[in-house]
């Protein structure tokens, strides 16, 4: 079969398998690095003749929050971030004089930085980041507005540990799922609070 574009990497279908009435897609790139895509069940297929797709949950607050976040990182780093499209996962590229020099994630919590020990973000994002840093030689960065300071520590993180995690209270069963969890103490702060 072909190959289809992912992240501007070259996907290469691998096979198709169903479990629990639902048909999944699987592709590998040329790193060994594979994603499963899920199709609609042969009576949704049927009934609307498209694939699944999950709802996207950013809001205009998420939208400013990201912004917020990026202008702490240009002022900090002496750089320019640019939005990414939903596809590369990550947030932000960031450029100086021009060229590439890292990949941006970009988060915000309500809670103080040190009230709890580890940060939690899905493990779908370390793999991305991952992805990208084997493509393209440029690292990743995870950068959190909490409520009392900003910090930024590589993606994937040191030391990180897996576990199963996420939230229930939009009621998406894919909100659980394998999460990776920081350790806080792996952040170098570089602000102070949120604004408003």
């Known amino acids: ?5 992912v992240s501007y990497i070259s996907y290469k279908f691998i096979h198709r398998f169903v479990q629990k009435d639902q048909l999944y897609e699987m592709y590998e790139n040329p790193l060994g690095v594979s994603y ?12 609307e003749g ?4 999950r709802p996207l949950y950013e809001t ?6 990201e912004q917020s976040m990026a202008r702490i990182i240009e002022d900090q780093f002496d ?16 450029t100086r004089n021009g060229s590439a020099v890292a990949f941006i994630e970009a988060r915000q919590r309500k809670t103080p930085m040190q009230q709890y020990p580890t940060y939690m973000i899905s493990l779908y994002k370390v793999m991305m980041a991952s992805t990208l840093t084997q493509a393209t030689g440029l ?4 950068a959190v507005q909490w409520s009392d300071m900003a910090g930024i520590c590589k993606l994937p ?5 897996i576990r199963t995690g996420g939230t229930t209270r939009r009621g998406d069963a894919q909100d659980i799922e394998p999460m990776a969890y920081f350790d806080v103490a792996n952040f170098k702060v570089i602000g102070g609070a949120a604004n408003g």
């Open 1 to 5: 079969m072909g190959y289809r574009d």
């Open 36 to 47: 499963i895509q899920i199709i609609r069940t042969k009576a949704e297929k049927k009934e």
């Open 50 to 53: 498209t694939m699944a797709m």
């Open 60 to 65: 205009q607050q998420d939208r400013d929050n």
């Open 79 to 94: 750089c320019s971030l640019t939005k990414m499209p939903i596809k590369l996962s990550l947030d932000y590229m960031a």
């Open 139 to 142: 690292p990743c960065f995870l």
């Open 157 to 161: 993180s040191d030391g990180m540990s």
